[in-house]
């Protein structure tokens, strides 16, 4: 399996700032992805970052509230911007590993609490 | 587009007692992945079992085995054994292939608490 570490594990930010959270991966992967849990909901797709090329985003997300930066097969940073408290949730990073089918790993989570 | 449902918000089981945790899904596209994950109060995410839409046989690891019945279009988890490390949110989630890759879509998830 592969290991996926997030920083920071938890954050209380005001609003109208930003937060960058980073996901490291112990292993060259191909897809990264970025997902966002709403308190007592279930996971959301932010977007799917690959190396080299610009993220993709699903509906309702954009790149101006959630830049990506993917500068490499082990490491993606996602960006909140301009914060405001629907924003708090947990925010997950990520990867499809090994050969296909693809099993799908989650980083620990980063718990972002927005006053 | 894709869909997985949960319909039980909460199950309670005995420790030691075997538990099912039902999913059912709705998808067009005759490839498929399943996937169930673990989630504890801590929010780490933790892969337990994936079934494949081809596959033959049941997935099993350890504890854990899938119940497939592809033409009821469902993938309960059973969880054999139960223990009191087992009380954790549970999400069944299949796997959407896009243009540019694949996604996971997540059911609502069932809380299981496991009682001493």
């Known amino acids: 399996s592969a290991v996926i570490s997030q920083k920071p594990s938890r954050d209380i930010c005001q609003r109208g700032t930003s937060l960058t959270i980073q996901c490291q991966v112990d292993?060259?992967?191909?897809?990264m992805f970025w997902y966002r849990q709403q308190p007592g909901q279930s996971l959301t797709l932010i977007a799917t970052?690959?190396?080299?090329?610009?993220?993709?985003?699903e509906s309702g997300f954009v790149i101006d509230k959630f830049p990506i930066s993917r500068p490499n097969l082990t490491f993606s940073t996602l960006t909140v911007s301009n914060m405001s408290p629907e924003d708090s949730s947990i925010y997950l990073c990520s990867v499809e590993y090994g050969s296909s089918p693809y099993e799908q790993y989650f980083g620990p989570g980063t718990r972002l609490t927005v006053t | 587009a894709q869909k997985i449902t949960q319909t039980q918000p909460g199950m309670f089981v005995q420790e030691k007692e075997a538990v099912t945790l039902d999913c059912t899904y709705d998808t067009s596209d005759p490839s498929y992945g399943l996937f169930w994950y673990k989630q504890p109060s801590s929010g780490e995410m933790i892969f337990l079992i994936y079934?494949?839409?081809?596959?033959?046989q049941n997935a099993t690891e350890g504890r854990y085995s899938l119940n497939f019945q592809k033409a009821r279009k469902s993938a309960n988890l059973v969880i054999s054994a139960s223990q009191l490390g087992d009380s954790a949110m549970y999400f069944c989630a299949m796997r959407e292939r896009l243009g540019y890759g694949n996604k996971l879509v997540f059911g609502a998830g069932t809380i299981l608490r496991v009682k001493s």
């Open positions: 292993s060259q992967v191909t897809m």
């Open positions: 970052a690959n190396q080299g090329s610009e993220a993709t985003y």
């Open positions: 079934q494949g839409s081809y596959d033959q």
